[in-house]
């Protein structure tokens, strides 16, 4: 008997157990996605970008900058100038993190470099942007008798880039940004606060415009000569950036061709030492070229 009851009392519980686990099942919501990356390289002309590649990828990456268009006589527009080059190498552990190192001509800096992923937008707009913290450490590798101290040589760079995909086609970022220099020249400060504002807009699966303005925020003095970004010697107010270009993207391919008043390519030579200014034309402008490659291991 003692069965039979048994058996009846789950019978009766049945509709119960079943209508609970139905229940559970409607409660699990699906997976919220991370939206489709807002840019598709690690720089967007002048300043890094939010991306970091899938875990286990190393990016190389080369980059150009000519001499200003209207800097010399028989220059070919900057091109027989003396130019400006980075070859740098990143490296993905983990899908959160990505590690590089870098080497440039003028200051004959070597650079390592750092980027975290602290949010990632999703589709579903739970999260409406990605916010992404990006840092490095220079070293001035110039001979000694250039430097008092060996702490002399080195410069930073911290950046929070905050960005969104709008759609499919456009995309921005902000990214305010410090910059230090150990060694400064008299009257200037050791920190420049800045901001870039960058934008990118596909016109074809495959090609996309692009357009930089980097702001520094910290003024210090009047600017009373002009200097070059291989120079150091005067303190001068660092004037803004502008970069406009073009990029052409593959799976594994990214070429960008740009005219910009930059031609320091580290970041942080470009915010404390930029004189060339968009509003003095060609003197000032000249053209760059990055070229970059994935590989997936």
């Known amino acids: 008997m003692r069965s039979i009851y048994i058996f009846l009392l789950l019978l009766c ?3 119960l157990l079943i ?15 991370p939206e489709r990356p807002a840019f598709e390289s690690n720089f967007l002309i002048d300043n890094p970008t ?11 990456v080369f980059q150009h900058r000519f001499g200003t268009i209207g800097g010399g006589d028989n220059d070919l527009a900057g091109i027989w100038a003396p130019a400006n080059i980075r070859i740098g190498v990143s490296y993905t552990p983990f899908n959160w993190l990505q590690l590089g190192y870098g080497i440039t001509k003028f200051e004959r800096l070597q650079d390592i470099n750092w980027k975290v992923a602290i949010l990632r937008q999703t589709r579903s707009g739970s999260v409406p942007i990605n916010l992404t913290y990006y840092g490095n450490g220079a070293v001035n590798m110039k001979k000694k008798e250039n430097f008092a101290l060996r702490q002399d040589r080195y410069s930073f760079f911290h950046q929070l880039i905050v960005s969104r995909r709008f759609n499919p086609n456009f995309s921005m970022q902000i990214a305010p940004s410090i910059s230090h220099y150990n060694l400064v020249p008299e009257g200037m400060p050791n920190d420049i606060f800045a901001v870039a504002f960058g934008m990118r807009h596909k016109i074809s699966p495959g090609t996309a415009i692009m357009m930089e303005y980097s702001l520094p925020v910290t003024s210090f003095g009047e600017n009373t000569a002009r200097t070059n970004v291989t120079d150091f010697d005067a303190a001068l107010n660092p004037v803004p950036g502008f970069s406009v270009g073009m990029e052409f993207v593959t799976s594994n391919h990214a070429f960008q061709i740009y005219m910009s ?5 580290v970041p942080q030579a470009n915010y404390f030492k930029n004189q060339n200014s968009f509003l003095d034309g060609l003197p000032d402008i000249l053209i760059g070229f990055t070229i970059t490659r994935v590989y997936n291991f």
């Open 261 to 265: 008043t930059y031609n320091g390519i």
């Open 19 to 33: 209508t609970a686990q139905q229940t559970g099942e409607e409660e699990q919501k699906p997976v919220d996605k």
């Open 50 to 60: 939010d991306i970091l590649y899938n875990k286990n990828s190393l990016e190389v």
């Open 13 to 15: 519980c049945s509709p």
